[in-house]
């Protein structure tokens, strides 16, 4: 990890950090009203009451009295699409059609795809989300810009190209050989370097011939340490498409099953409209289940069912999935998880909101013991948040006096407002 500075530094808030789930057991977090991080080298070196860490002489950032947090993970999120967000009166496949592959095409160019990334990454650092998974466009060389803007910040990036070779637009077509041969490329140029870490990014099985699909579990097979992303059961109209182009399939999570794509690194994002045993078919394998809401909204797509997912014992994350989403707020995000889960007859309750931002989304990418917590020898990746940003949140503040009412004020009106600062292994980055 890139070294911020030779000397320890002490950075003092109000800390909370979840060191489990609060859904399993009432010991999830630990909240210090005067505490500070101690932040050496980009990991944080300890964490207590400020009277117990300071020393005469050590440099010290006082963030008082607003909230210091692990900072936001966001598993599922297009960089090509910072200039598709918010783009009218479609559901998936038009969207698809009309707006995003069209607008991903841009990415052939590279001076383009440099500025987009650059501009990716100011906003998940203004929103306080230090760490994503993002699909790239199909171009070897959108993933380049990305890690590189990612490598020159020191965050922690996933990512990878998007294996495509049917049923979008030429021009975003690769084929199954050149995105195996692509993808390879990138993992041997990029994987282990710096905090990066490469996806086997198979966009999803409407855009994919069997022989890529073939070429995806391939890599998955040399890889497998790799983490893998794509998309399932996100829409009714995606899925028929998808279930007559694979007539031997089961259903929609054995296309990828029979390509041998599942697993504890597969990334699943949406995963709505799941049968009985496709959510047992997820828990057997371990894959994940990304809940995308403010995508699921503007797309029209449907609600997501944590509870039952969550029963069956499939591992979730929660995420943006910009630019079908519309928000890089991890904050909103929540916000529009809670309406959907309410929706659903499901309670969002602000704890384990707050858990599945950090630890749970870093769970559900396999980095649970790098991010997501606030503990020594994390990463030093961190968001101070202030509940009182705006004026109607001061108002509301007012007669708030529990943490768990403060959180979900930040859930309910929070956004890149509330974010004061983010730390990138312990280097404040918020722009502007
Ligand atoms: N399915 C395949 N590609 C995409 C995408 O870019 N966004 C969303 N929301 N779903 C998809
Ligand atoms: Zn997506």
């Known amino acids: 990890m890139k070294s911020n500075t030779e000397n320890p530094r002490l950075i003092r808030g109000r800390v909370l950090s979840f060191h489990a789930d609060p859904a399993e057991t009432e010991d999830a977090f630990t909240y ?196 893998i992303q794509t998309h399932l059961s996100e829409n009714l109209a995606e899925i028929d498409f998808t279930l007559s182009l694979y007539p031997e399939a089961r259903d929609y999570l054995d296309i990828y099953d029979r390509f041998g794509l599942l697993g504890p690194r597969s990334l699943m994002g949406h995963a709505i409209h799941l049968s009985d045993r496709e959510v047992a078919r997820m828990a057997e394998t371990g894959t994940r289940a990304i809940f995308c809401p403010t995508s699921n909204l503007f797309l029209g797509s449907g609600l997501f069912d944590e509870a039952g997912l969550r029963k069956a014992g499939v591992v979730t994350g929660v995420a943006t999935d910009v630019g079908g989403g519309t928000s890089y707020s991890m904050l909103q995000t929540l916000n529009e998880g809670y309406k959907v889960l309410q929706l659903r007859g499901q309670n969002l309750h602000p704890f384990a909101a707050f858990h599945w931002a950090t630890r749970g989304n870093a769970k559900a990418l396999g980095m649970e013991g790098e991010i997501g917590r606030i503990a020594p020898g994390f990463a030093a990746d961190m968001v101070v948040l202030d509940s009182r940003a705006t004026s109607a949140m001061a108002l509301r503040s007012e007669r708030i006096e529990t943490l768990a009412e403060e959180l979900f004020l930040l859930q309910v009106m929070g956004d890149d407002r509330a974010v004061v ?10 722009p502007g």
């Open 32 to 227: 210090l009203e005067d505490g500070a991080v101690l932040v050496q080298d980009g990991r944080v070196a300890a964490v207590g009451d400020y009277a117990d860490l300071r020393r005469d002489g050590m440099a010290e950032i006082d963030h008082r009295p607003h909230l210091i947090l692990p900072g936001f993970i966001d598993p599922h999120i297009h960089f090509p699409q910072v200039q598709v967000i918010a783009s009218w009166g479609a559901q998936l496949l038009d969207w698809l059609q009309n707006y995003t592959f069209p607008e991903e095409a841009r990415f052939a160019d590279d001076a383009h795809a440099a500025r987009m990334a650059d501009a990716f990454l100011t906003q998940l650092l203004t929103h306080g989300t230090t760490t994503a998974c993002a699909f790239g466009s199909v171009h070897p060389g959108s993933v380049d810009a990305l890690f590189s803007a990612a490598e020159s910040r020191g965050m922690a990036m996933l990512g990878g190209k998007v294996m495509m070779d049917r049923n979008a637009l030429p021009a975003v077509h690769d084929t199954a050989q050149t995105s195996y041969d692509e993808s390879k490329a990138l993992i041997e140029r990029w994987q282990g370097r710096g905090r990066l870490t490469y996806a086997i990014t198979p966009r999803f099985a409407i855009t994919s011939t069997p022989e890529q699909l073939a070429a995806a579990g391939a890599l998955a097979a040399e890889y497998p340490h790799l983490p």
């Open 421 to 430: 600062q983010t730390y990138v292994a312990g280097q404040a980055m918020k």
